[in-house]
C-alpha cells in the first residue's frame, strides 16, 4: 500500500511538536464526512487491494471472507480466534504460494496483451506521418516545435496523457494542471527517444510497446505486457550543466629541466 499519505501525517505531528508555543499551530484540514467519507474509506480499500505484495486478485471469496474476519476482528480490537505469531511461518508459506500464483497469471495476461500490442502498433505505425524505429517506438508529430530539442542529458518540463489500446486514460497530468518534470534520460525509454525528437512549443504521440515501457511487470492502473500511447506537449527544456573541465596533470620534472 502506499505510505506517503501516512508519511505525511507523522511529519506534520513532528511539525506541530515543534511548533514555537507563541505561534498557533496551523489548522487541520477539515476529514470528510457522511457520503464523501464513506467514498474515501472505499478508495483506500481499493487501494490496499492494489497494492498489497500478493495481489489479491489471487485469492477466491472464501479466502478473502477469512482475511476480512482477521482485519475486522484486530481492527476493532475483539478477542483474536487464533494466536497471529504462532501462525508466522504459514503466512510465509501462504504468501509465497500466493505470489506464484499472481505470477503466473501475471505472465498468461501479459503474452496476450503482447499479441494485441503487437497488432496495435503494426496499425498506428502503418497510418499517415507514422515514424516507427528500430525499438519499436511509433512517432507522431502533432505540431511542429520551434524551440529547444533535448538530450537525454537535459531536464524537460512537459504535460502528457497516457491511455491504454482501448483509450482507458491511466495518468494525465492535464487533469491536475500541473506540468511533469524530469530528466529525461531517468524515465522509460520509449519516452527517452522520442521526447527527444521534439522541439519545444512542440506536441507529439508516442506508441510505446512493452519493451520499452513497463514490460510484464503489471502497475495498479497498467496491465502487464501492456502497449501504451501517451500524447506529449513540451513545454521547456533545461539544459544540463556542461561537464567540468579536467584537472591539468602535474608538470613532469624531468620535462621542466628538473631533477625527475
Given at each position: 500500500m502506499k505510505t506517503l499519505p501516512l508519511l505525511c501525517l507523522a511529519l506534520s505531528g513532528v511539525a506541530l511538536a515543534q511548533t514555537p508555543p507563541q505561534e498557533k499551530?496551523?489548522?487541520?484540514?477539515?476529514?470528510?464526512?457522511?457520503?464523501?467519507?464513506?467514498k474515501t474509506l472505499y478508495a483506500f480499500g481499493v487501494l490496499i487491494a492494489k497494492n498489497t505484495p500478493v495481489g489479491m486478485s489471487a485469492m477466491d471469496d472464501e479466502q478473502l471472507a477469512e482475511l476480512k474476519k482477521g482485519l475486522f476482528d484486530a481492527a476493532l480490537k475483539k478477542e483474536l480466534a487464533v494466536n497471529a505469531q504462532e501462525f508466522d511461518a504459514k503466512v510465509g508459506q501462504f504468501l509465497k504460494q500466493r505470489q506464484d500464483v499472481f505470477n503466473a497469471r501475471q505472465k498468461e495476461l501479459a503474452v496476450k496483451e503482447r499479441a494485441k500490442g503487437a497488432e496495435y502498433a503494426a496499425k498506428q505505425a502503418a497510418e499517415t506521418g507514422a515514424q516507427k524505429s528500430q525499438s519499436g517506438l511509433v512517432y507522431f508529430e502533432t505540431q511542429a516545435g520551434t524551440g529547444d530539442q533535448p538530450t537525454s542529458m537535459d531536464t524537460v518540463k512537459v504535460h502528457y496523457r497516457g491511455t491504454l489500446m482501448d483509450g482507458t486514460e491511466f495518468d494525465s497530468s492535464f487533469k491536475r494542471n500541473q506540468p511533469a518534470e524530469f530528466p529525461l534520460g531517468g524515465v522509460i525509454p520509449c519516452w527517452t527517444e522520442g521526447v527527444q525528437k521534439m522541439k519545444v512549443g512542440g506536441k507529439a504521440k508516442l506508441i510505446c510497446p512493452p519493451d520499452i515501457a513497463y514490460g510484464d511487470a503489471a502497475q495498479p492502473t497498467i496491465p502487464a505486457g501492456s502497449t501504451l500511447t501517451f500524447e506529449v506537449e513540451l513545454l521547456e527544456v533545461k539544459k544540463a550543466p556542461p561537464p567540468p573541465a579536467p584537472t591539468p596533470s602535474p608538470a613532469n620534472p624531468a620535462e621542466q629541466g628538473g631533477v625527475p
Open positions: 499551530p496551523p489548522k487541520p484540514a477539515a476529514l470528510p464526512t457522511g457520503d464523501e467519507l464513506n
